[in-house]
Every structure is written in structure tokens, then in C-alpha cells.
């Protein structure tokens, strides 16, 4: 017969305090709910355990908790039992200076042991009653005199377990926890707050209304919220001295709790920055915690310091005498001050939601100056997620010019997907171009000739984040908002180019890391077939879109792309559901065509610096002298490519070359007149004007020019042979 599994483990892995050190893992792993039933050896299993606690091997305490903690995990009655000598033992650990891991190991037990004695009556009566304010102060003690940071976190967040779970038990000691996360939350020079540190902190202070019971819990959450924006605007002031002054009321109140000052620039500047991230930190928290009874959230103040954080720019400066050092440190925080206003937004708006629509269309102005402005990836991933967030809780703002602006700058942010000309060119590399086209083409290369390689899009993960949070805030700022049609047809188009370039992209070309292709590309396909779904119309001819977006990569269907995917392809079989009430354009209103783009529409895509294929076609064909200005020509951007396919059209007679046709007949001339005489008839009118070597028929990209309304290059022999005179009345077919 078999040994109980205990009776082996007492014999063999815990027969000393050495080999329990040494086999504790093997304990711990083995250890299950089997093993604890009520048995003979589960008597001799606690008694082992309570002598290890009580060893004076340091090693030994550490394996008696932690099996302590194992065994409470996995029996219910066994820990009822056993808590209350087990607790006190690990209660009078935490008040002697014992080493980090007998530490660790003694908060984390009697945490689980107070928290799962809240629904055992006796256990919390004779258990919880005497020893959560024994252990709330010896946490605030730790927090107070240990070094080790993450042993600070792990106190604070027991604390604010004990808080919640006992807010009657912690009355007394609230003052002590309070006066412990203001000088945490007060900030640290030269040396910022540890991060861990002060998330745990900002989570603690955000749960002390708690031990005002019902009735005093929302006056204590109140006024944890006014002493925070007290003290974000003292913290905001001491970081604008050198600009000018901003007369409001709340700068004129003194934080409650005043940190020490330094005689140093450099140091106050630190001090006054981590206590304004430190402060904002602490506010987030305040609005995401749960309040029993309803209360008003100061919207206004808030919204108040943020507008005044996305106001501040390095151009304004103070009259009179200032500090060069000084006034260089303030303009070089300056982008931090505008993380800390887009992290506020984003979690005001998550918690107020609709209610921030008022705010919305002065927000949207204000955050798109700033993505006009040159910034690092991480400061234009910040501004694109506050557009996001603002945008998906709120209304949409009511200006059609703000939403315009702000969707032609996140256009900007998604042209790297979207393929040069110079990658055009080498696309179509010997793709049936007469020794004429690369003679051309030639003309306009640079140093791209020499270079074998070519560089990743996203050099780095912050540029990649940037990409994502962009598809994201374009997706929601398109959806609903009031725009020009003009910059909604170009947004759709640089949507549908950039599908076709990711497809035909390897995905080392995007970034680094492969898997970034798959989100990029499942979020822009996403969104094409979002814009597609307007009419039935429109659905019915995309059908090529749901259809892509079936095909996923990566970690395969989850139920939720299932459900997705099922309601895509009923707004396909249905089409007598219930109309969309988004205001999406119908396909006819798209300019999927060269013919069909509009004045307005070609404007805006030239101040993007966007291409099409035809103006590529155009680079290989014009003669370089007729495109040289006569002046120095300034430095452009390389345009971005447009992959457009050109409907089948006929080309003009040869009176329409040779003739300047006048700009208000050249666009409708080519919508609504068809030419009479088609490409065949006029080919050996042209030919004609070509060597007697050159007597095929012409390319594509030159039928493409000859038939454009706007411009009509004139094509020039490298030879200058004499042009022969043409009969106009002449039969073309004899």
C-alpha cells in the first residue's frame, strides 16, 4: 500500500530546516487539494509548518510562510483553523528588520488570509478585528523606512486592499496613511518617483474616502480632489516663471502639503515636474475609483488646467530680465507638460464621457495645432490617442473646418504606408519602356542609384505605435463627423492605396517586428470596409473587401472576429435591413478615377504632397527643360504614390493637341462629350512625328498623357529632326 503523499513529503523534503530551504519548490509544485483532506498526517503537515515559522533559520521562516500561504490557497478550513497562530507569527516578521523575502512572503500571506476571512464571521471577529490596524501600520512603517521599491509597492497595494476590505478598521490610521501618500505624491528632485511606486501610491490615495463611511465619503473624495488641483497648479506655476503670467484664481492657494525648495534652477525645475506628474497621476486615480453615493465631478476646473497645459508653447516670453538657464530648462519640458494634459483628457473622458462635449471642438483645434508641430513618436502617439479617446466618448465637433484639419494631419502620419515614386520606378523597371523612357528617366535619378537597400518604415516601436493610433483616430474622427467631401474621397483613397501597398509589401520592410504588418493591415482593411458599408449600392461592390478581411493572420479567429464577420456578411445578404445612419459618402461621390477628382480634391491632395500614378507617368515622358523653373527651386518632400486605376477612355483628335483647349471646357469636355475619332485613328498622325525606329504603337503611360485635360506636354526629339507636314485633308483610313 502507498504512503499518504504528506507522510513522504514530511519524510523526505522536510525532515530538516536545510532540506526545506532546499526542496521547497518541489513542495510548493506538488502540493494539491488532495493532500489536504482531513487525514492522520494533515496534524503533523500544520505542526511542521508552525515549527518552520518558528525557526530561528531565517531560511527556514521564509519556507514555513510560504507553505503556510500554499496550504491556506488550497484549504479553506485549514487556514481557519491554523490563521490566527499562523498570522500572528507573520505579524511580528513585519515588525523586525528581517531580509526582503521573509518579507515579501509575510505581506502576501496575511493579505490573502484578511481578505478571504471577510465572508467567515468568526474568522473576521477574532482574526481581522485585532489584527488589520496592527498591520496597516506596520505597512505604513515599511513604506516609510524600506528601500526596496518593490517592496513598497507590495505594502502599498496590501494597504489599499485593507482599506477597501476594513474602511471602519483603518478610521484611525487614515491620518498616517494620508500624511504617507502626500509626501510620496509631493515628487523627488533630482531623482524622479519611481513608477511603481507612484502608481501604487496614486491607487492607495484614491481609495481613502473609504473610511468616511457612506455619508463622508464623497465630502473626502471632494476634497482630495480639490487639494490635487491645488497642488497641480502650484507645480504648473513653478514651472512658467519665465512666461507670462496666467491670472487665475487657483494659483493664488497654496498646495496643502509644501515640499522643500532649492536654491537651484535645475533642481526646482525637477521638483516642480515630478510633482505635476506625480499630482495628475494621483487625479486619474481619484476619477477612475468607484464612490458609493452619487457626486459632481468638477469638470470645469479640470478642464481648465488642461486647456491651459495644451496652451503652453515655448514662443510666448516674459517682459523684463530672464534667466537664460532658466528659460532654456521651461522650454525643454514643455513636451512633457503636453503627456501629462493628453493622459488627463483621456481619462476625463473615459469617466464624464458625453459630458465632455462642450470642450470637444476646442479640444480638437488645439490638440491639431500641436500634430501640425514637429514631435517625437511618443509625444504624436500621445496627441493621436487623446484624439481617439476624445472622439469615441463624445460627440463630434460641429465645425466642418476643425474635422477637415484634423483629418488631413493624421493623413500625414499615415503616409509612410503609402508607396514613393522612386518605388514606383523600380516597380515598373523593365516592364515595356522603350530605351527612350529609361534614356528619360535617368535624368531624374539621384543618389537612389547607388543604394542596394532600403530603409525600414518603422525604425523603432514608437513610430510603429504611432501608426496604429493613427489608423485608430482617423477610423473614429471619419465616422460621423462633418467634413469636406473633397478630403473624405482623398482619406477613402489613401485608405484603398494604402491596402494595395501593404499587400505587395514584405512585412521586414514595415518594421522589425513582423507581426506589426498584421495589425497594420487587418486595421486598414477594417476601416476600407467600413467606409464601403454606406449603401447597398457601395456593398455590393465590396464584396472583394469583406473577403479579404475574412483572412486573418497571426493567431487565427477568436468568437469575437466570428460575430464580426458574420454581421459583415449579413449587411451583404440582407440589403433590406435597416439603413445606416452614418452620414458616409455613396460610391458615386468617390473619386476612385483621375477624370473624376475635382479641383478642390486635386488641392488638397498637392498640399499633401500625394501622387498618382499618372503624375509618376508624367516624370518619364516631359521633356526636363519644359519642367525646369526658372528660378532656384525650393526642396520638396518626395510625394507619396497613389496606385489608381484609369478608366478606359479615348483619346482626343490631333486638333486638341495642337490647339490649347480652354480650362472651363477641359473638364467637362471629358466627362460628358466622348471624342469622335478614336486612339486608333490618330496613331499614325503621331507616329509620324517619331524616327523611322520608333514606329510602335505608344505606351500606356503615353496614351495616358496625351488624353489629360490639365496639362498637355509637347514631346521634343532628342534629334531634332525637322517634323514632316501633315495633309489635314487627308483620308486616315485610305
Known sequence: MASHPLKSLLQLQLASDTSSILHLSFVLSTLSEDFLLPSPHLQKWTSRVTSLIRSKDVGARWAGICIAYRTSTLSKSTMTEFAQSWAGLALSILTKPEPLPLLNASIRYLRHVLSAAIDVPELQRQLATPTVPKFSQALVSIVEKAADYELKALALGALKDMVILYPSLNRASSSSITAMCHQILNGSAPQRTNNLLLHNTARLYAVLHYTGGKVGAANLWKKSVDETLQCLWAALMG??????????????NNPPSSGPAYDDPVLNIALNLDRLQCSAAALRSLLRT???RPVQVPIGRIMEFCLFLLSCTAKEEKEGHVDAAVRALEVAIVPELLSSACDLLCCLAKTVQHRLTPYVSRLVVMITYHLEQKHRPERHCALLQCIQVLLSNSLPPSSELSSTRLVKNILLSLMPLLPTQSDAYSGETGSGQSKKGRKRRRDYESDEVFKLSKDVICSSIAEGNAILCALDALQ?????????????????????????????????????????????????????????????????????????????????????????LQQEVD?????????????????????????????????????????????????????????????????????????????????????SILTPVPASQKVTSLITKAPTKTSADILPAISSRQPAKSQLPPSSS?????????????????????????DMESDSDG
Open 702 to 726: 503615353q496614351m495616358e498623357l496625351m488624353v489629360e485635360p490639365r496639362f498637355i506636354p509637347v514631346v521634343v526629339d532628342d534629334e531634332e529632326e525637322e517634323m514632316p507636314d501633315i
Open 290 to 292: 468607484t464612490i458609493q
Open 476 to 564: 473614429v474622427a471619419m465616422r460621423g463627423a462633418e467634413m469636406q467631401s473633397a478630403i473624405r474621397s482623398l482619406a477613402c483613397r489613401a485608405m484603398l492605396s494604402s491596402s494595395l501597398s501593404l499587400t505587395a509589401m514584405p512585412r521586414s520592410s514595415l518594421s522589425q517586428d513582423v507581426h506589426l504588418h498584421s495589425l497594420v493591415h487587418a486595421k486598414v482593411n477594417r476601416m476600407c470596409l467600413e467606409l464601403a458599408r454606406g449603401t447597398t449600392s457601395a456593398m455590393s461592390r465590396s464584396l472583394s473587401l469583406v473577403l479579404r478581411s475574412t483572412v486573418t493572420e497571426g493567431n487565427g479567429h477568436t468568437m469575437q472576429t466570428k460575430l464580426q
Open 239 to 252: 514651472l512658467r516663471t519665465t512666461f507670462p503670467a496666467n491670472n487665475n484664481n487657483n494659483n493664488n
Open 571 to 655: 449587411l451583404l445578404l440582407h440589403p433590406r435591413s435597416p439603413p445606416l445612419v452614418r452620414p458616409l459618402p455613396h460610391v458615386e461621390a468617390l473619386s476612385l478615377f483621375r477624370a473624376e477628382e475635382s479641383n478642390e480634391e486635386l488641392a488638397a491632395r498637392t498640399s499633401l504632397a500625394l501622387a498618382t500614378a499618372y503624375d509618376a507617368n508624367i516624370m518619364d515622358v516631359v521633356d526636363p527643360i519644359m519642367v525646369t523653373p526658372a528660378t532656384e527651386p525650393t526642396p520638396h518632400p518626395v510625394p507619396t504614390h497613389l496606385p489608381m486605376s484609369t478608366p478606359e477612355i479615348t483619346a482626343p483628335g490631333p486638333n
